[in-house]
Structures are given as C-alpha cells and as structure tokens.
C-alpha cells in the first residue's frame, strides 16, 4: 500500500543495534535507597573502576543503560540475561568495552553476534547508551 514502510527485519545488513536512556537523578535515588542493589547489577571490576569518581552515579547509570541497549541488541529484555553477563570495562583511554559472559554470551554466539561497540554519553539528568554489533550470521558471512 502506497505511504507505508516496509517492516525492518531484525538486523539491518548484518548489523544488530540497541540503544537505552537512563533517567540519572532516579537511579541515583534509587541505588541510594537501596545500595545492595549495585552488587547486583554491577561486577566488581565495574565498581572499582567508577568507585573514586564525584559523578559516580552518573557513570553508573550510563553503563546500567549500556547493559540494557546490549539486551536489546541481543533481542532480549529484563530477566534474558543476568545483569552482570553485560560487563563495561574502560579502557585507560576512557573508551568504555563490553565483555559478554554466561547467558548472554550464550545468546550472542548462537546469533553471530560478535564485535559489540558501545557509546556511552551522560548529562546531569541523562545517560544514553547505543549499541552495535555485526551478526556474522546475515548473508553469506560465517560465524
């Protein structure tokens, strides 16, 4: 029918994307109301490296939305995959890194996900976190 789009299949010329907004004034009410709750979402290398920082909360919410776009890169939401399978290391750069493990590394091999880059991004009321990855998986590619 003339004026409607096409449905847009799952990857787009073998590219996977995922992308999350944090709202950071709530996640910082909210690991301040309840703190344990970062040794849930959070690995320890995680916290160790934002644990010096003034904006620590704000460097956490970026990688919580991080962990959330790689969900929806894999096609999964809450409860796919645990939250510390989506790891974001930095690089001495500041170049942030996504290490998969467990579920979602799983998840990520038997979809030919491989090479995930991650742009993190935050102001004093938002953290933005993309996601994209090639999927081996599209076309004549080998995974």
């Known amino acids: 029918m003339a004026g409607e789009f096409p449905t847009a299949p799952d990857s ?16 910082k009410d909210s690991i301040s109301r309840t703190p344990r709750m970062l040794e849930r979402l959070f690995s320890e290398s995680e916290l ?7 904006r620590r909360h704000l460097r956490l919410a970026a990688r919580f939305g991080a962990k ?3 969900w929806k890169l894999l096609g999964v939401g809450l409860g796919g995959v645990d ?10 750069s500041g170049k ?3 290490f998969l ?8 091999d038997s979809k030919g996900v491989r090479d995930i ?3 993190l ?18 076309g004549n590619e080998k995974a």
């Open 12 to 27: 787009f010329e073998g590219y996977q994307v995922g992308i999350d907004a944090v709202d950071c004034m709530k996640f």
């Open 48 to 54: 160790s490296e934002c644990a010096d920082s003034p």
């Open 68 to 70: 959330e776009a790689v």
């Open 83 to 92: 939250f510390k399978d989506v790891e974001i290391k930095s690089e001495k």
């Open 96 to 98: 942030p890194v996504i």
């Open 101 to 108: 493990h467990g579920r979602a590394l799983k998840l990520a």
């Open 117 to 119: 880059s991650i742009s």
């Open 121 to 138: 991004t935050h102001t004093n009321n938002v953290a933005i976190a993309i996601a994209i990855a090639k999927n081996y998986k599209y």
